[in-house]
């Protein structure tokens, strides 16, 4: 009896933790940046090592953020972005214009399901292929428009970041595990 009821508890223990972590779960509520800033995270290019502080404070300089960035050592960083759903468009904007320039630039947008609403990420190599989408230069340019309000900046994020349905795998077109639906 005992050993049903303890293997029944780790069974709905298991459920909870698994509804827990799901990506349709990660939708924190997005409070003002005045209460819970942006975290700025990821590389910026080696070339700009002596420069560091003075780009750090070029991240922070719209106020509302807390950056910690490293220099990447190995020359450039990876062309990836990732911004989080609660960013305000104004910061995101500045966000990705630091990047353009600091970092080996912008292809790929990492999809907002998986990381936190009031987080970015610049030149980042923490997420694998499959959670991310290439993007153009036209479609980079698109999402630093300034006519965009915060919501028509996300909507577009959202649109240019959904993942493709499939993935190369050992030759082979593989449907991608990691697509958001």
């Not at 003002?32 to 080696?46: C, D, R």
Request: charged share 25%; glycine share 8%; proline share 5%.
């Amino acid at each position: 009896m005992k050993k049903n009821r303890a293997a029944w508890i780790a069974g709905l223990s298991m459920w909870a933790i698994l509804f827990a972590v799901s990506p349709a779960w990660a939708g924190d509520e997005c409070l003002p940046v005045e209460e819970k800033p942006i975290k700025v995270e990821g590389w910026i290019s080696k070339k700009f090592k002596k420069e560091r502080k003075q780009i750090f404070k070029e991240f922070g300089a719209l106020g509302y953020t807390r950056v910690r960035l490293r220099v990447f050592p190995m020359g450039d960083t990876a062309k990836v972005v990732g911004i989080g759903r609660c960013v305000p468009a104004y910061l995101a904007r500045h966000i990705l214009k630091m990047a353009l320039t600091y970092t080996a630039g912008v292809d790929s947008l990492v999809n907002q399901a998986f990381i936190s609403g009031h987080w970015t990420g610049i030149g980042t190599t923490m997420f694998d292929e499959p959670s991310q989408q290439k993007v153009d230069e036209a479609q980079v340019k698109a999402l630093l428009n300034p006519d965009l309000s915060t919501d028509e900046f996300h909507a577009l994020y959202q649109k240019l970041s959904v993942q493709d349905e499939t993935v190369p795998y050992f030759g082979l077109d593989r449907p991608n595990a990691k697509r958001v639906e």
